[in-house]
């Protein structure tokens, strides 16, 4: 089988449980699936292996701390030119991250902190609430962690089902 589709079936087997999942059973945890499949999406942008989770899940979770920060500032914003002034403040912050090795992911970065400020602007919730439903860092947090963990899944399985190139005899 190709690795297209191999990846193909595989990520959406696993999209379709995960969709279940957070609108069934686990519903009541607030999960974003969007934010789950970006989580997945880094992994494979950071190169789609066992090194990439390392790249990715920080840089993530880096983004994700940023963009509550920048939630909360906003919180206490009244003007529009102070409330751009915070997210280039905060965008310039977690992009300087990248000058730790462990944050050197920026696009992981940028899914992080997008994904948060959206869910919080989306939703009117607060940077300072941490729960499950409804606080932006929490609900983020767990998307990406769950997402990270599909993009690795599918790619072990997807390399499973993928035909391996057959031993040419020596002459």
């Known amino acids: 089988m190709k690795l297209p589709v191999a990846l193909a079936l595989v990520i959406g087997v696993i999209g379709a449980v995960i969709t279940y999942l957070y609108v069934g059973p686990?519903?009541?945890?607030?999960l974003m699936v969007p934010a789950t499949f970006v989580g997945a999406a880094s992994y494979f942008a950071a190169g789609g292996d066992r090194a990439a989770l390392a790249k990715s899940v920080p840089a993530n979770v880096w983004g994700i701390v940023c963009g509550t920060v920048t939630l909360i500032?906003?919180?206490l914003a009244t003007s529009p030119i102070v409330i751009g002034l915070?997210?280039?403040?905060?965008?310039?912050?977690?992009?300087?991250?990248?000058?730790?090795?462990?944050?050197?992911?920026?696009p992981g970065s940028v899914f992080g902190y997008a994904?948060?400020?959206?869910?919080g602007l989306l939703t009117g919730a607060s940077g300072t609430d941490l729960t499950l439903p409804t606080g932006p860092f929490t609900v983020m947090l767990v998307s990406f962690l769950v997402g990270a963990a599909f993009g690795y899944v599918s790619?072990?399985?997807a390399g499973k089902l993928v035909a391996k190139p057959e031993a040419v005899p020596a002459a």
Do not use: D, Q, Y
Request: zero cysteines; charged letters at 0%.
């Open 26 to 30: 686990l519903g009541g945890l607030g």
């Open 73 to 75: 500032l906003i919180g």
């Open 86 to 106: 915070i997210v280039g403040g905060l965008t310039a912050v977690f992009i300087l991250g990248a000058l730790v090795p462990a944050l050197g992911f920026v």
């Open 115 to 119: 994904t948060t400020v959206m869910f």
């Open 155 to 157: 790619s072990v399985l």
